[in-house]
């Protein structure tokens, strides 16, 4: 989501991208709060079904998914994208999971080969998302809707990041009427458009703008995963402590989100989700699909394969939980929960 030039955890000056995955696969990068998930108890039920009738499958902006999982915007255009996005790629294929690519900026303006963003050979059926700034609306219509058709996207997903920009070198200082934007190009834009944070929690405002608007989905991206305070403290060798605690955790983010959005809005839940007790809460919360970028990010780091045992053991873990509380489906986790204050 940064591609100016910082000098990076490598010591010398590297696209702003390299350095925040160098900077995620080798230190601790996520919140010291938590996502507030621990003080959620999933209530026991009784599984009146079989084991094998259990049923995982979604639909999600007109495609079914296998399993209800998202990987959630991580990378495009910096020299170790292509691998990371491959080895996505095709996992999201053989698992029949969905997938956003990182940030298409750099691959817009020209600066980053395109390669790493052209999945659709490696992934030609899978529910793929285009991903660029909410800022970059400014640019206009066709700016989006290439952002989408370039890669042969589904949809696409913003992210809403003004926290992460001004702790950023060269940040966005301007969001002024971007909403204003975007409402406009959503009158009769042709693909599905999602809106993202990056891990502090969607503010409600923009959550009651959304539920007013064209808008598909909101993907809350709450606080107590992946902290960019703590990354840009990394890299920039600045000491950003302060603001890690700024945010909304995951599980608050997702009660406020659902209370307001439509019934026909996709709520997606992410920020610190790392196990299937975690899917399960949030599907009890009433998320729609989950969304997780640094697991798939260590995972893709090393293998296809990786992801894969990876989703498969989140698979395996939801799945228990699914029989504990009773439910044949993720969409039966609803509300089979208690919330401590
Ligand atoms: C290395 C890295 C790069 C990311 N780049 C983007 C990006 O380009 N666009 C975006 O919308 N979000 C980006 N994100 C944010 C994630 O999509 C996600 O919202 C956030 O990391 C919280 O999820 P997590 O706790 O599961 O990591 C990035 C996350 C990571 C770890």
Redesign the pocket.
């Known amino acids: 989501?940064i591609e100016e030039k910082v000098e990076g955890v490598l010591g010398h000056f590297v696209p702003a991208?390299d350095a925040?995955?160098q900077a995620?696969l080798s230190q601790r990068?996520?919140s010291m709060r938590s996502n507030g998930f621990e003080t959620i108890e999933i209530r026991p039920g009784f599984p009146n079904f079989r084991r094998r009738e259990m049923d995982m499958s979604c639909d999600l902006l007109g495609k079914t998914l296998a399993f209800p999982l998202l990987v959630?915007?991580?990378?495009?255009g910096g020299r170790l994208s292509r691998k990371i996005n491959v080895n996505l790629a095709v996992a999201a294929e053989e698992l029949g999971i969905a997938m956003?690519v990182?940030?298409q900026r750099p691959m817009l303006e020209g600066r980053a080969s395109a390669d790493s963003y052209m999945l659709r050979e490696f992934s030609p059926t899978i529910l793929l998302l285009a991903?660029l700034g909410l800022v970059h609306v400014r640019l206009g219509r066709d700016y989006l809707l290439k952002a989408v058709e370039s890669i042969g996207a589904d949809g696409i997903?913003l992210?809403v990041n003004p926290l992460h920009e001004i702790l950023q070198a060269d940040g966005e200082e301007d969001f002024s009427g971007v909403l204003d934007m975007l409402g406009g190009i959503l009158i009769d834009f042709p693909y599905p458009v999602l809106l993202?944070?990056?891990?502090f929690g969607m503010a409600q405002s923009i959550v009651e703008w959304a539920a007013g608007q064209k808008i598909r989905g909101i993907?809350v991206?709450g606080l107590?995963?992946?902290n960019w305070a703590r990354i840009e403290g990394i890299v920039q060798k600045k000491d950003h402590t302060l603001f890690e605690e700024l945010g909304t955790q995951t599980r608050d983010a997702v009660v406020s989100a659902r209370s307001v959005l439509r019934a026909d809005q996709e709520l997606i839940a992410?920020?610190?989700?790392r196990t299937g007790v975690d899917m399960a809460k949030a599907f009890g919360l009433g998320a729609s699909i989950v969304?997780?970028?640094?697991?798939f990010?260590s995972w893709a780091a090393k293998s296809a394969e990786e992801v894969i045992s990876g989703v498969n053991r989140l698979r395996e873990e939801l799945e228990v939980v699914m029989w504990f509380s009773g439910s044949r489906t993720p969409k039966e986790l609803y509300k089979k929960l208690a919330v401590a204050p």
């Open positions: 989501m991208k925040h995955i995620c990068v996520e959630s915007p991580i990378t495009g956003a990182g940030s991903n997903i992210y993202k944070e990056v891990g993907d991206a107590g995963g992946t992410s920020g610190g989700i969304g997780m970028a640094l697991p990010l």
